[in-house]
């Protein structure tokens, strides 16, 4: 009988740790953007989109930069295994 191995689990680990790590990073700059706003009363309309919109640069090159961490990390770590154990002939790849 044979046994189907499930290989998604790691692809939905992935999956979960960006968007999880996304949506806090977002609401950490939310928050210091508030704070920033709330705690300067004169800003104008223009100063406060400008904020707006280097806080919405800052969120989406975090999100990137996560996005690229984990799945370098999900990519790299069993390919480098995978060399290890073959270099050390611990390892028989065989296609049929």
């Known amino acids: ?3 189907n191995q499930e290989l998604y689990g790691p692809l939905w680990i992935a999956v979960t740790l960006v968007v999880e790590f996304s949506i806090l990073s977002h609401l950490i700059g ?3 953007l508030q704070s920033v706003i709330s705690s300067s009363s004169e800003n104008t309309q223009y100063q406060n989109d400008d904020m707006l919109t280097k806080f919405a640069n800052q969120s989406i090159s975090r999100m ?3 996005s690229f961490l984990v799945t370098l990390m999900f990519l ?3 390919f480098v295994t ?3 154990f073959k270099n050390k002939g611990a390892l028989e ?4």
Do not use: H
């Not at 790849?93 to 049929?96: E, L, P, R, Y």
């Open 93 to 96: 790849v065989t296609f049929i």
């Open 82 to 84: 995978f060399l290890v």
């Open 1 to 3: 009988m044979k046994t």
């Open 64 to 66: 990137f930069t996560i």
């Open 30 to 32: 939310a928050l210091k």
């Open 76 to 78: 790299l770590s069993p």
